[in-house]
């Protein structure tokens, strides 16, 4: 059972908003974005379930195996960059609780979410897709990252990824 969380009316939003563009079924706007919620709600439910109190770290129990599973991806996909947010002390919920619990849709411009959610919608595997997106995320920021040399100038990197062409 799936209770209200932080964004999810961002989401309807988002979808109401396109279903309402269409000239011909746009009348039935409103019963397709809830059903098309539903579904994703129910295929992607962790991340509505995912706990919004602070965390002791990447490896700490209150940490979602979602997002550790993500650093563990960054990890094997790009160590570099993985041991460089590490040692500036940059702890995976700080950022990606923000991405997954939105669904990116905060990180981005109203056009390149729709892509995106086009992208999500279209993938059998939802969760898989949204790991995969944060990962991609990181290893394009990678560079920029990189010269990063303190915890508050990365962190302000990774909160500001308007720009990241995804």
């Not at 990116?104 to 995969?132: S, V, W, Y």
Request: aromatic share 10%.
């Amino acid at each position: 059972h799936i209770k209200y969380a932080q964004g999810m009316n961002d989401i309807i939003a988002l979808i109401f908003h396109v279903f309402s563009q269409d000239p011909d079924e746009g009348r039935h706007a409103e019963a397709d974005s809830f059903f098309v919620f539903t579904t994703l709600a129910n295929e992607v439910s962790d991340v509505f379930r995912i706990p919004l109190h602070a965390s002791n770290g990447p490896n700490a129990s209150s940490t979602p195996n979602d997002v550790k599973e993500i650093w563990a991806l960054l990890k094997k996909v790009d160590q570099k960059l993985h041991v460089h947010l590490t040692a500036l002390a940059i702890e995976p919920h700080l950022i990606l609780l923000r991405w997954y619990m939105s669904l990116f849709m905060q990180e981005f411009d109203l056009e390149r979410t729709i892509n995106l959610f086009d992208g999500l919608l279209a993938h059998p595997d939802k969760k898989t897709f949204l790991k995969c997106l944060a990962v991609a995320i990181l290893t394009i920021l990678h560079t920029e990252l990189l010269e990063k040399q303190d915890f508050a100038s990365a962190l302000q990197a990774l909160q500001d990824i308007r720009a990241v062409d995804v």
